[in-house]
């Protein structure tokens, strides 16, 4: 699922819970923010993922999820694999104090060494415009970079998809350009915008917003 949905604010670096940072492909580490925890999905979240992303607002202008537990018990056993292929990985998104998953970060790679990637992220609509996206979103954009070693990461959202993109903006995404009629969505061709964060950019802003919260 190549999705996209809401968020808001930067977090800081984040604090990965293990050693097993250095070997991602052997599972993936927890993440740890102020509001939110992110760690890798387990097939016990699959009611919860089919509850958090079982509307049609959330679903609307992304690719379409699993419509059963049993679709989501298999795409979360297939992200375990691809992670040990190196392939991508998946991160689900819990609330500090809860284990219960509110929506999920997908990387994937576009070519051999996982230097360009591709990320898809959802979040269930009772926690858009919640600021809890957006730390989500900094934990997640801070281990690609520093951790997996990205220099490129892309994401793809409708043009019609409002707050997909302006989600994206807030983060430091560029828009680069226009994928026209890219996506297919219930029967109708959409056009998508292409954004992109440079590993070397993310880095710069986070370093100007350090500064700002030192002065």
Known sequence: MAIASRFEDFPSVPQVSTTASRHWAEGLPVLLGVSVTLRELRASDAHALLAAFGSAEVTRLISPPPPTIEGFEKFIAWTQRQREARQSFAFGITLTGSD?????????????????????????????????????????????FDIVGVHRLEARAALKN??????LEKLGAVQEGVLHRSFLRNGVYHDQALWTILADARRDTRTTRTSHLIH
């Open 100 to 144: 219960t998953v509110v929506g999920l970060f997908q990387v994937r790679s576009l070519q051999p060494g996982f230097d360009i990637a591709e990320w898809g992220f959802a979040m269930g609509s009772e926690h858009w415009g919640s600021g809890l996206f957006q730390e989500a979103a900094g934990l997640v954009l801070d281990f690609v």
């Open 162 to 167: 409002g707050r997909g993109n302006g989600a």
